[in-house]
């Protein structure tokens, strides 16, 4: 099992930036792809961005793209990910998740093994 915490959601202002973070624990492995998906008050959840776990390499939503960053730290077992300029439209739960033993990015939800329980990101206008 792996199990996942995020934190570092909050209120900001538009124009602010935030970094949140995602922790695993548990069993784990070199070849993850962790991902952060979105899910905006009435909406669907939806793919920001992925990064693989072994190779660093990334992939984002067109939208977030320069302004979004994804990184991770495996010597903290942590996966991170920045938002500068934010905009009121990025209000919503941020939740990432894990795919274990896959070089893939992929970027469905269904895709993935585990999930934390996500951290509320508000940026007021």
């Known amino acids: 099992q792996v199990q996942l915490v995020e934190s570092g959601g909050g209120l900001v202002q538009a124009g602010g930036s935030l970094r949140l973070s995602c922790t695993a624990s548990?069993?784990?492995?070199?070849?993850?792809?962790m991902v952060w998906f979105r899910q905006a008050p009435g909406k669907e959840r939806e793919f920001v961005a992925v990064?693989?776990?072994?190779?660093?390499?990334?992939s984002y939503t067109d939208y977030v793209k320069g302004r979004f960053t994804i990184s991770r730290d495996n010597a903290k077992n942590a996966v991170y990910m920045e938002i500068n300029s934010l905009k009121p439209k990025n209000t919503a739960d941020y939740y990432c998740?894990?795919?274990?033993?896959?070089?893939?990015?992929?970027?469905?939800?269904?895709?993935?093994?585990?999930w934390g329980q996500g951290t509320q990101v508000t940026v007021s206008s």
């Open positions: 998740a894990a795919k274990t033993r896959t070089y893939y990015l992929p970027r469905e939800g269904r895709e993935y093994n585990y």
């Open positions: 548990g069993r784990t492995f070199s070849n993850y792809a």
């Open positions: 990064i693989s776990w072994s190779t660093g390499i990334t």
